[in-house]
């Protein structure tokens, strides 16, 4: 499974950014879908995710009310709906992919997209 993220970037507080996640590859095999961010000095954590077969939803406590985790199973994408961001919300944000393939459980990380947002 390959993930390329993209729609990171500079934005004021207030202001909304979405996040795209372009997965290929055995993509039948994801269970699970979700994206996690990493600020300086601070360790990864989650911050959304989804069940590839419910559609279940969990969100970060932080975040609740403000992003929007999505999919478009036709193109095999998920997005992350980011709006009202604060300063806090700066950091690199990854796309996970979880499942397993052939009986062996596998965890995929995108390359990290850069959102920073200025006061």
């Known amino acids: 499974v390959q993930l390329v993220e993209s729609g990171g970037g500079l934005v004021q507080a207030g202001g909304s950014l979405r996040l795209s996640c372009a997965a290929s590859g055995s993509t039948f095999s994801i269970n699970t879908m979700g994206w996690y961010r990493q600020a300086p000095g601070k360790q990864r954590e989650l911050v959304a995710a989804m069940a590839s077969g419910d559609g279940r939803t969990n969100y970060a406590d932080s975040v609740k009310g403000r992003f929007t985790i999505s999919r478009d199973n036709a193109k095999n994408t998920m997005y992350l709906q980011m709006n009202n961001l604060k300063p806090e919300d700066t950091a690199v944000y990854y796309c996970?992919?979880?499942?397993?393939?052939?009986?062996?459980?596998?965890?995929?990380w995108g390359q990290g997209t850069q959102v920073t947002v200025s006061s």
């Open positions: 996970n992919a979880r499942g397993v393939r052939f009986g062996v459980p596998f965890n995929y």
